[in-house]
């Protein structure tokens, strides 16, 4: 029997960690080529199901990860988070995230860019993801549970009334972004409506940061293209 380098590999995939194909892909032109074609959202993925898809050590090995690799200091909101999809969220909604992850994942990202006042980068991750990507809609709910008042309560309540607007902000500007092409998609047109009715919300309620003219309690830049994020495109109902 003959056994080709290519099915070599992808056996030995299934025995590696993700991180692990990913230094041998460095060495290795095969492995490089198969991690290079590899999308963020099957490599979150993969890291995801690695943890036996526990939600919770997901997030909390995601936090600990970007944390060491920006120099952040572990942030307050991470247990409290822990805390709420430990007890809150049920295995059913749990199991409804397969690869919709990378959302959480970036998700995550923001809020510790968002705490350590990164907002320059909070940019950079909402332009790279891919919000016109079809996503489940348990998802969605999923989100809007974690950003419920006990969520936030339990999340944010140890920061500043200013943090803790900023990071309602632009974790409700995430669940609008992923979500309103979604359900425009599924045509539910009243959830559409109700999503439309935040965005201007969330609009008018970052316009306020401008506290008086030329003064913002964030930086105008920032402001301003968070805007721009979601007022484009504008939805069709």
């Known amino acids: 029997m003959i056994f080709r380098s290519d099915d070599i590999i992808m056996d030995l995939w299934k025995h590696l960690s993700?991180?692990?194909?990913?230094?041998?892909?460095?060495?290795?032109?095969?492995y490089n080529s198969l991690f290079k074609n590899m999308t963020?959202?099957?490599?979150?993925?993969l890291?995801?199901?690695?943890?036996?898809?526990?939600?919770?050590?997901?997030?909390?090995?995601?936090?600990?990860?970007?944390?060491?690799?920006?120099?952040?200091?572990?942030?307050?909101?991470?247990?409290?988070?822990c805390w709420?999809?430990?007890?809150?969220?049920?295995?059913?909604?749990?199991?409804?995230?397969?690869?919709?992850?990378?959302?959480?994942?970036?998700?995550?990202?923001?809020?510790?860019?968002?705490?350590?006042?990164?907002?320059k980068k909070i940019l950079t991750v909402i332009n790279k993801i891919d919000y016109n990507n079809q996503v489940?809609?348990?998802?969605?709910?999923?989100?809007i549970k974690l950003m419920n008042q006990e969520g936030t309560t339990r999340m944010f309540c140890t920061y500043s009334q200013h943090k803790y607007d900023l990071l309602r902000y632009v974790s409700f500007s995430h669940i609008?972004?992923?979500?309103?092409n979604q359900l425009t998609l599924t045509s539910q047109t009243k959830s559409v409506h109700m999503l439309n009715m935040k965005q201007i919300d969330l609009v008018n309620?970052?316009?306020?940061?401008?506290?008086?003219?030329?003064?913002w309690?964030?930086?105008?830049?920032?402001?301003?293209?968070?805007?721009?994020?979601?007022?484009f495109p504008c939805f069709n109902i």
């Not at 993700?18 to 032109?29: A, G, H, L």
């Open 18 to 30: 993700v991180d692990t194909f990913k230094n041998i892909s460095m060495v290795s032109k095969n």
């Open 40 to 45: 963020d959202i099957h490599y979150i993925s």
């Open 47 to 81: 890291k995801y199901k690695e943890k036996g898809s526990n939600l919770t050590a997901f997030v909390s090995k995601t936090c600990k990860e970007i944390c060491k690799k920006n120099n952040y200091p572990n942030p307050y909101f991470i247990r409290g988070l």
């Open 84 to 119: 709420f999809l430990d007890n809150k969220v049920s295995e059913k909604e749990k199991n409804c995230i397969d690869d919709d992850i990378y959302l959480i994942y970036y998700w995550i990202i923001i809020l510790l860019h968002a705490v350590n006042n990164n907002y």
């Open 136 to 143: 489940n809609t348990q998802i969605i709910y999923l989100f």
């Open 176 to 180: 609008i972004l992923f979500s309103k």
């Open 205 to 215: 309620e970052i316009r306020k940061i401008e506290i008086f003219p030329g003064r």
């Open 217 to 231: 309690l964030h930086p105008k830049s920032f402001c301003l293209k968070l805007i721009q994020y979601l007022n």
